[in-house]
């Protein structure tokens, strides 16, 4: 289960994604992965989660980015098999 903050602040980053980033992103950086940083709306585009995620903690290392996948519904995809 995830905090209240930890929610709002991803709520905050998908809201700037969708009116902000998406249009200028989806096109030429579709798979990639982007952090944003909520509070000041900046972001950082990266070939990893890793990466991005430390670029924002490097320019923001108080605050909580969050980190999505450019063009997809989910940031990482976990499977699995029952055996």
């Not at 998406?22 to 990893?48: K, N």
């Not at 923001?60 to 499977?79: D, I, K, W």
């Amino acid at each position: 289960m995830i905090s209240e903050r930890t929610r709002a602040n991803a709520e905050r980053a998908r809201l700037i994604y969708d009116e902000r980033l998406r249009a200028a992103l989806e096109d030429q950086h579709a798979g990639r992965f982007v952090a944003v940083e909520p509070e000041s709306g900046d972001y950082f585009l990266a070939d990893t989660f890793d990466a991005a995620a430390e670029a924002a903690q490097v320019a923001y290392p108080s605050r909580l980015p969050h980190v999505m996948r450019v063009g997809h519904a989910a940031a990482l995809h976990m499977g699995g098999a029952w055996l």
